[in-house]
Each structure stands twice: as C-alpha cells, then as structure tokens.
C-alpha cells in the first residue's frame, strides 16, 4: 500500500471514530436525560407532609448531667408503633449547628420510652460536650401499622 492510501485510510478511520463518539455520547445523554426517578429520587415537593402525631402523645426534653446530656420521654405513644426515629438539632458555641440522630425501636404494646441523649460525641470513652445557645429543634418520626407520623417542637434547655 502506498504512503497516500495509508493516510487515506487514517483519515476516513479518524472521522468514522469521531462520528461513533459523538454518537455514543449523545446517546448516554439522553438516556441518562429521559431516565425516570426512582421512588427515592422523588423530588421533595411531590411528597406530602407526614401527618402529625396525635395530641395524646406528650414529649419531654429536660436537661441532664450539666446541659451535657438531655433526657428525652415520650408517653401514650400510639399503639402499634414500631420505631421512633429522632433527630435533634442546635447551635453551639464553637461548632456551629450540630445535631444527634438515632432509632428507638420499641416492644410491642410499649406506650412509654425513656432515654438519654449526649449533646456531643464520643469516642473509645472520651467525650466531647457541646456548648449549646439557644432552643434544641426535636423532630419524631413514628412509624408502624398504621403508617408514619410526625412529631416535632422546639425546647429551651
């Protein structure tokens, strides 16, 4: 073959690879564009509000161990409930917003539950407190048979 046809060949060989990678791009763009959501990609507007926690149910947050820990106690929880997941959110002095997350799981026909939260984080026995200013944001989420409900109220400590 001679030196012109090899570089023909190159040539046409470069525009056909570059016509298949535009190709292949523009095909996983608009796959990846056209796919649909997922259950848990659903945007956050779509999703209606949780329901709120019946009047019944009374919660407490009262401080512990010299504001470093908070005693949280929830009465009348509603019968077939499952699990309480809690998130707790504050600011603090030197670290800014901080928060404690967890899920109570509960024994059937519990309507009571007791429980002491650190406000900091700890490790192999050594802990660090928070300093926390101002009200601690508490947010329950109750779940069971009869689906899922909301508790949630800011507390002055």
Same mark, same amino acid.
């Given at each position: 073959?001679?030196?012109?046809?090899?570089?023909?060949?190159?040539?046409?060989?470069?525009?056909?690879?570059?016509?298949?990678?535009?190709?292949?791009?523009?095909?996983?763009?608009?796959?990846?564009?056209?796919?649909?959501? /997922? =259950?848990?990609? *659903?945007?956050?507007?779509?999703?209606?509000? &949780?329901?709120?926690?019946? $009047? +019944?149910?009374?919660? !407490?947050?009262?401080?512990?161990?010299?504001?470093?820990?908070?005693?949280?106690?929830?009465?009348?929880?509603?019968?077939?409930?499952?699990?309480?997941?809690?998130?707790?959110?504050?600011?603090?002095? /030197? =670290?800014?917003? *901080?928060?404690?997350?967890?899920?109570?799981? &509960?024994?059937?026909?519990? $309507? +009571?539950?007791?429980? !002491?939260?650190?406000?900091?984080?700890?490790?192999?026995?050594?802990?660090?407190?928070?300093?926390?200013?101002?009200?601690?944001?508490?947010?329950?989420?109750?779940?069971?048979?009869?689906?899922?409900?909301?508790?949630?109220?800011?507390?002055?400590?």
């Amino acid at each position: 073959m001679q030196q012109e046809d090899k570089k023909k060949w190159m040539h046409w060989g470069g525009i056909v690879l570059v016509i298949i990678i535009v190709v292949v791009g523009a095909f996983l763009l608009i796959n990846r564009n056209n796919k649909s959501p /997922s =259950q848990n990609e *659903q945007p956050l507007q779509n999703q209606a509000p &949780l329901p709120k926690v019946d $009047s +019944s149910v009374t919660v !407490s947050l009262n401080p512990a161990s010299g504001k470093r820990e908070v005693v949280l106690a929830v009465d009348n929880i509603p019968g077939q409930t499952s699990t309480i997941d809690y998130e707790l959110s504050y600011q603090t002095v /030197s =670290q800014g917003l *901080q928060g404690v997350i967890g899920t109570i799981h &509960l024994g059937s026909g519990e $309507s +009571s539950y007791k429980k !002491s939260i650190t406000l900091g984080t700890c490790s192999t026995g050594t802990c660090i407190y928070h300093e926390v200013v101002g009200s601690i944001s508490l947010s329950l989420k109750f779940s069971g048979g009869y689906g899922q409900k909301i508790f949630e109220k800011d507390f002055q400590i």
